[in-house]
């Protein structure tokens, strides 16, 4: 989840100094101030950041087994809400493998909460999802819309990836904020993650190790991943 707030700029210069933190039915469709750009480069391309590596594979089968009985339950409902998701991350030229946070933020229940105030599908925070374009207020919660927040969160994760330029970064700066990210590139003097993780934030580390394991459990050892 992103469990503080960061304020939205296209460029995310300003969120150095701040760090960031979706009815359960189908969604519920309709227009959101958010401008759809797609980028033709990354559109419908699979990416090898969700596939885990021979050191990460005991901590995949180990989260499988403890959460198997979760996993199953949304696999069993995932297939609309994953086609759903997939259109809306090709639109922004996003990996589909980026559904599977979805899973790991709510269970792709659009009602989740969690204990420091983020909502939805995508675990947004209230500032956060209003710079997004949702409208969270006594009368709404955009964050509970299926669609418009799925559209919020593709634009964000598109806007952390231009200025982090590696999808297990970008994780990791979803779940923490930019500035934990930063800080730990500085203090490795590194930009590769798995060089870096260990001056991250514990959840933010688990948050990535977790999303490839799920994203293990759903596509199994006979992903066709490249490296992009």
Same mark, same amino acid.
């Given at each position: 989840?992103?469990?503080?707030?960061?304020?939205?700029?296209?460029?995310? +210069?300003?969120?150095?100094?701040?760090?960031?933190?979706?009815?359960?039915?189908?969604?519920?469709?309709?227009?959101?101030?958010?401008? *759809?750009?797609?980028?033709?480069l990354t559109t419908q391309k699979t990416v090898s950041f969700a596939q885990p590596g021979r050191?990460?594979?005991?901590? *995949?089968?180990?989260?499988?087994?403890?959460?198997?009985?979760?996993?199953?339950?949304?696999?069993?409902?995932?297939?609309?809400?994953?086609?759903?998701?997939?259109?809306?991350?090709?639109?922004?030229?996003?990996? =589909?493998?980026?559904?599977?946070?979805?899973?790991?933020?709510?269970?792709?229940?659009?009602?989740?909460?969690?204990? *420091?105030? !983020? #909502?939805?599908?995508?675990?947004?925070?209230?500032? $956060?999802?209003?710079?997004?374009?949702?409208?969270?207020?006594?009368?709404?919660?955009?964050?509970?819309?299926?669609?418009?927040?799925?559209?919020? =969160? +593709? @634009?964000? @994760?598109?806007?952390? /990836?231009? &200025?982090? #330029?590696?999808?297990? @970064?970008?994780?990791? =700066?979803?779940? =923490?904020?930019?500035?934990?990210?930063?800080?730990?590139? /500085?203090? %490795?003097? %590194?930009?590769?993650?798995?060089?870096?993780?260990?001056?991250?934030?514990?959840? %933010?580390?688990? /948050?990535?190790?977790?999303?490839?394991? &799920?994203?293990?459990?759903?596509?199994?050892? !006979?992903?066709? +991943?490249? $490296?992009?």
């Amino acid at each position: 989840m992103l469990i503080s707030k960061v304020p939205f700029v296209c460029s995310l +210069a300003i969120a150095l100094a701040f760090p960031s933190a979706a009815n359960s039915g189908l969604p519920s469709f309709g227009e959101t101030k958010v401008m *759809v750009t797609a980028d033709p480069l990354t559109t419908q391309k699979t990416v090898s950041f969700a596939q885990p590596g021979r050191d990460e594979m005991a901590y *995949v089968h180990a989260y499988i087994r403890e959460n198997d009985e979760s996993l199953l339950a949304v696999r069993e409902r995932s297939k609309r809400y994953f086609k759903i998701i997939e259109s809306v991350l090709r639109k922004f030229g996003l990996p =589909a493998e980026l559904k599977y946070l979805a899973v790991i933020e709510s269970d792709l229940k659009t009602t989740a909460v969690s204990r *420091v105030g !983020a #909502k939805g599908l995508w675990q947004l925070m209230a500032a $956060t999802a209003q710079d997004l374009g949702l409208k969270v207020d006594s009368l709404q919660d955009e964050r509970t819309n299926f669609y418009k927040s799925t559209k919020a =969160a +593709a @634009l964000y @994760l598109r806007d952390l /990836h231009r &200025t982090f #330029k590696d999808w297990r @970064l970008v994780l990791a =700066a979803y779940n =923490a904020g930019p500035l934990p990210v930063f800080r730990a590139m /500085h203090r %490795s003097n %590194s930009t590769d993650f798995r060089v870096l993780e260990r001056y991250l934030p514990y959840e %933010s580390r688990t /948050h990535v190790k977790r999303f490839m394991a &799920t994203a293990y459990y759903f596509d199994g050892e !006979a992903g066709t +991943a490249v $490296t992009i």
